[in-house]
């Protein structure tokens, strides 16, 4: 019975097409968090959503488009794609926004742009 | 602003021996630190977490790491390897009330037979 889940787990595309990620968590968890690990296994954060309200947006393209349309969802969508954009997307979850609580990743969904 | 430096991108140890993974944080509010291990194509297991209690934190897997304030570092511990340790390894930090977490930029474990 996963935590938080991610669909696909990989997904590999021609450069300008429009993706998807999807992530779910069924830990009742609050908040929501979309991270970027690029090829030398650096992990950033992206977006956080408490509740289905942005609460973190990093200095993310607008290509990148995060929605919530519950709190146990927070999916993805990336416009145009770019070779840059080659990298492991994770979703995370937390009990709360705070600093002292731990988070719980997904598996994880390889995107490949070609 | 929270910030994290692993002093090692990777480490070798022989099977049986003591594991010691270095960190070193800045921040400017009381820090939470964690660390995570990540498996190959795996994703983000938390080892341990410390979060202003006993400064020498016991986590999974017989790691633990010591929280000293004095030297601003968060080294994780081990005293026997295992093969299946084999993996990368981050130190995190978030200030309190801060939802974001910082990474470290990784190290590497690896375990020789």
């Known amino acids: 019975d996963t935590a938080v889940s991610q669909t696909p787990k990989y997904l590999v595309t021609q450069m300008g097409n429009d993706k998807s990620i999807k992530c779910e968590q069924n830990l009742g968890h609050d908040t929501m968090y979309w991270y970027k690990q690029d090829s030398k296994k650096f992990l950033k954060i992206m977006f956080s959503?408490?509740?289905?309200?942005?609460?973190i947006n990093e200095t993310v393209p607008n290509r990148f488009s995060p929605k919530s349309p519950d709190k146990a969802h927070l999916n993805l969508h990336i416009n145009s794609l770019e070779l840059g954009d080659s990298a492991v997307y994770f979703c995370?979850?937390?009990?709360?926004?705070?600093?002292?609580?731990?988070?719980?990743f997904g598996p994880g969904t390889r995107l490949t742009v070609t | 602003a929270q910030s994290v430096t692993q002093l090692d991108s990777h480490v070798s140890v022989s099977e049986g021996t003591p594991v010691l993974l270095r960190c070193n944080y800045s921040s400017s509010y009381s820090p939470s630190l964690f660390w995570y291990v990540q498996h190959p194509n795996k994703g983000l297991q938390l080892l341990l977490k410390y979060t202003s209690a006993a400064t020498l934190v016991k986590g999974i897997n017989g790691f633990e790491a010591e929280f000293k304030k004095s030297e601003t570092s968060f080294h994780l511990t081990k005293p026997s390897a295992h093969m299946s340790d084999a993996a990368e390894y981050f130190c995190v930090v978030s200030g309190w009330g801060a939802q974001k977490l910082v990474f470290g930029q990784g190290t590497r474990l690896t375990i020789n037979p």
């Open positions: 995370a979850s937390s009990q709360e926004g705070g600093g002292g609580h731990e988070q719980y």
């Open positions: 959503y408490n509740n289905k309200e942005l609460i």
